[in-house]
């Protein structure tokens, strides 16, 4: 028995490294994108006297409107009209569906929580392009943002735009790490129900269950 959970666990091993090498291998294949990162500051302009919480919760709640709004076809033109010397349209698609597509891909735009702060992060696999995208993302928000969510709002730039210093995507490290669990547990599951090659071997999940 401890021969064959050796054996087991080798196997675990040789077919996790395995599937890691190949997931590693297959992330080098895709476009390494860096990541450019920034925030701005929502301020909602509420009459006089209101409690700072709920302050904070209607800027949290705009900030939510706005991270949808994002990625939606308007704000995309507004954004390419703004980068349209610095980042060529066909980089985004032939079409609108591939455009769309790859807006949504090249931006990530949330709420940091219990907080009036916007993150807005832009990829590209040229890092002063993707500081370009974010940088044009924020001015649209600065300057046209009011227009999606009304004139008593205010929205500041509030940090630099900052390069991630290696590419972000994919996240190799992650992947390998998966493709390892991936195969190990695969090889764990095979091993815990297959059937019994011999008649004087243990019977099957259950017995294994036991030993353990």
């Known amino acids: 028995y401890i ?14 490294l395995l599937v890691a090498a ?3 291998a297959l992330s080098l294949l ?17 009459p006089a006297g209101v409690d700072p ?4 919760k209607t800027a949290e709640r705009i900030g939510s409107n706005l991270s949808y709004i994002v990625y939606t076809s308007s704000f995309f033109e507004r954004v390419l009209t703004l980068t349209q010397s610095q980042i060529a349209r066909e980089y985004f698609g032939a079409n609108d569906r591939e455009q769309r597509k790859m807006w949504r891909n090249s931006i990530d735009v949330g709420v940091v929580p219990g907080t009036g702060f916007l993150r807005v992060a832009a990829f590209h696999t040229d890092p002063r392009q993707a500081a370009i995208l974010a940088e044009a993302v924020v001015t649209t928000l600065v300057d046209r943002g009011w227009e999606y969510v009304g004139g008593e709002v ?8 900052v390069i991630s210093r290696f590419p972000v995507r994919p996240n190799i490290l992650m992947n390998v790490l998966m493709g ?17 090659r011999h008649p004087h071997e243990s019977g099957g999940a259950m017995d294994w269950l036991r030993h353990v």
């Open 30 to 46: 895709l476009p390494l994108q860096y990541r450019a990162e920034t925030q701005v500051f929502i301020l909602s302009r509420t």
């Open 53 to 56: 919480f709920t302050l904070v």
């Open 180 to 196: 390892f669990l991936i195969g190990a547990f695969g090889v764990a599951i095979f091993e815990l129900f297959r059937a019994p």
């Open 3 to 16: 021969v064959h959970v050796a054996r087991s666990w080798k196997t675990m091993m040789l077919v996790g």
């Open 22 to 24: 190949m997931s590693g």
């Open 154 to 161: 205010q929205i500041k730039s509030v940090d630099n735009v």
